[in-house]
């Protein structure tokens, strides 16, 4: 008769985990799922779009406050946005006091207004106004560190936006009217793209 191939009755039953053992291994999973979900962005309270985000100012106080402002519209999930965050953070950080850099997140209700505003369509989308708070531009997708100055710069001297790809210029008059109660809302740069051919893209395009 072939040999039974279950435990033998004389084998030692696995002695049961200690509460020590128990306490160890549920820190262990702990840690682990807390190391996943920081290394996927889910926390990164030092990373730079989050210190930027903590420390952005107010968009009214800014755009009143007699410096030029930087406002990014941005999204936690925008892996652009987050390329671009340490470029950004070294613009806010060497120019602090000449220029502000606002950070709106496109997935708060709170700025839904102003993502209508400025016909958020893609992003990392950055709004470009002068020291008196008038819109001069659009910059649509990820900016080189160099190309970011180059934007700086022009803001804060007050001078014509560098001719980049994907930056547009924003008449005063077209500024005025996206200002004034009559009017849309969303500020149109020189050579944006009309409304109709845009208007199946939204703004977790460039994310």
Not at 4 to 15: H, K
Not at 98 to 114: E, G, H, S
Not at 175 to 186: F, L, T, Y
């Amino acid at each position: 008769m072939p040999p039974s191939s279950g435990p033998s009755p004389n084998a030692p039953a696995a002695a049961p985990l200690g509460r020590r053992e128990r306490m160890l291994l549920a820190a262990l999973a702990a840690l682990l799922a807390l190391l996943l979900f920081w290394w996927r962005g889910g926390l990164h309270p030092g990373a730079p779009l989050e210190r930027l985000a903590r420390q952005s100012p107010d968009l009214g106080i800014a755009l009143a406050d007699g410096r030029p402002t930087l406002v990014e519209f941005y999204a936690d999930w925008c892996e652009a946005c987050r390329a671009m965050a340490p470029a950004m953070e070294t613009i806010e950080r060497s120019h602090h006091g000449a220029l502000d850099v606002v950070l709106l997140n496109v997935d708060n209700p709170r700025w839904q207004p102003q993502v209508e505003r400025y016909d958020v369509n893609g992003i990392p989308q950055l709004e470009l106004f002068d020291a008196a708070g008038q819109s001069v531009g659009r910059s649509i997708g990820a900016r080189r560190p160099a190309e970011l100055e180059a934007l700086t710069t022009a803001l804060i001297e007050g001078k014509p936006l560098p001719p980049l790809a994907g930056v547009g210029a924003t008449s005063r008059l077209a500024s005025a009217e996206a200002e004034s109660p009559a009017g849309n809302g969303a500020s149109q740069p020189a050579d944006a793209g009309s409304k109709d051919r845009q208007a199946a893209i939204g703004p977790r395009s460039h994310g």
